[in-house]
Nanobody
Framework: QVQLVESGGGLVQPGGSLRLSCVVSGSIFSINGMGWYRQAAGKERELVARMPGGGSTDYADSVKGRFTISRDNAKNMVYLQMNSLKPEDTAVYYC???????????????WGQGTLVAVSS
């Protein structure tokens, strides 16, 4: 079994900051890509930021310059530092991992349960 557990969400005022964390545990052979997606009420889930591998990063245009994704491979963790938050950043944020699991050695895309980020005054 593999688990992704996010933390760090909450209520913050516009202009504030939050740091999301996601830890991957369980029967993992290797982790390739790690990233964050979000889904606002009434909207489809969208990419926020990802690290597909090799040290590269991709960001949604709406968060470039404000959000920073990072990962700690030794701890199987991925982070999202969110600065200068805006009301339109309000959403449930999901951790996403692409990994090879044991004992099947299947390549799977895995999701966390989500953490709510609410930006409001």
């Amino acid at each position: 079994q593999v688990q992704l557990v996010e933390s760090g969400g909450g209520l913050v005022q516009p202009g504030g900051s939050l740091r999301l964390s996601c830890v991957v545990s369980g029967s993992i052979f290797s982790i390739n890509g790690m990233g964050w997606y979000r889904q606002a009420a009434g909207k489809e889930r969208e990419l926020v930021a990802r690290m597909p591998g090799g040290g590269s990063t991709d960001y949604a245009d709406s968060v470039k310059g404000r959000f920073t994704i990072s990962r700690d491979n030794a701890k199987n963790m991925v982070y999202l530092q969110m600065n200068s938050l805006k009301p339109e950043d309000t959403a449930v944020y999901y951790c996403n991992v692409r990994a090879v699991v044991v004992p099947t050695y299947r390549y799977l895309e895995l999701w966390g349960q989500g953490t709510l980020v609410a930006v409001s005054s």
